[in-house]
């Protein structure tokens, strides 16, 4: 859908115009003593900020599913038919504004990852019988082969240093601040810096084998799975929706109370 495309483009736009909005209806209402402005503030936010709901909404029904984004819905449009605009704003805008900070959230987790991958080593100096040096990809380097590292390179695996001393950064694996000093028979990690000095090294674990490989995999593994609390979440909110409206109707029905039935699914937006 063009529209679902233009409002994803656009959604931080929207979720600046919501909240401009709703403080515009409270500063006119509350201190100014516009009402009339301030309820047509809220009109527009309540139209601004659920259009881009309601379609969310609409595509997961589409596909059998009744999300969060209906009842936040059905509570903005039982809202609005009341004349509640406050509450239909309000509701529309920190929906949007939770939604927004979760995908910040995310993003900025997805940064990290991929800033922690790109410190990986990604080639080596692989010193021959003859004493020369070529340098390959990392993916061709295997154990027990030597390595060179020079000055400002970054180890490409997990060795033991067989010639020269040299000081290593390694805040990349153990947060040290200060470089290390390493010397013929110490071990190195892959993803550590040589700040000075020439090492060779022998292999003793490449690739995903390193610390520095596991510690990336922990990474992306720990930002894959699911907490227990997230798990059983993502559980309860395929029934907290269908429950909210079914109370609400059975309220409406027991009470003939539109107004109580449309409150209680306000107050059931999460």
Same mark, same amino acid.
């Given at each position: ?82 004349? %509640? ?49 070529? %340098? ?5 380097? %295997? ?128």
């Amino acid at each position: 859908m063009n529209i679902q495309r233009l409002i994803k483009q656009h959604q931080n736009q929207i979720i600046i115009l919501s909240g401009v909005l709703v403080a515009s209806a409270i500063i006119s209402d509350y201190l100014l003593n516009l009402s009339q402005v301030g309820m047509w503030a809220m009109i527009l936010a309540s139209i601004v900020g659920g259009i881009p709901i309601m379609i969310q909404a609409y595509q997961a029904l589409r596909n059998k599913v009744i999300s969060i984004e209906l009842l936040v819905s059905i509570a903005v449009i039982g809202a609005f038919f009341i004349g %509640e605009y406050y509450e239909s704003g309000i509701v529309t805008f920190l929906f949007l504004f939770g939604a927004y900070l979760e995908r910040r959230t995310i993003e900025k987790t997805r940064k990290s990852v991929k800033s922690l991958v790109a410190m990986a080593p990604t080639t080596a100096l692989i010193v021959d019988e003859s004493g020369e040096s070529e %340098e390959v990809d990392i993916e061709f380097v %295997e154990k027990e082969d030597r390595l060179l590292v020079k000055t400002g390179s970054k180890v490409p695996v997990d060795g033991l240093v067989l010639v020269g001393e040299g000081f290593v950064d390694e805040a990349t694996i153990t947060g040290e601040s200060f470089p290390v000093k390493k010397k013929i028979g110490d071990h190195v990690f892959a993803g550590t810096i040589l700040n000075n000095g020439t090492l060779q090294i022998e292999a003793q674990r490449v690739g995903e084998d390193t610390t520095f490989g596991k510690i990336i995999e922990l990474v992306e593994e720990a930002q894959d799975s699911k907490s227990v609390m997230e798990k059983f979440i993502n559980k309860f909110s395929k029934y907290y929706t269908p429950v909210v409206l079914i109370f609400a109707l059975v309220t409406y029905l027991f009470t003939q109370d539109i107004r109580l039935a449309i409150t209680i699914l306000v107050l059931g937006c999460p």
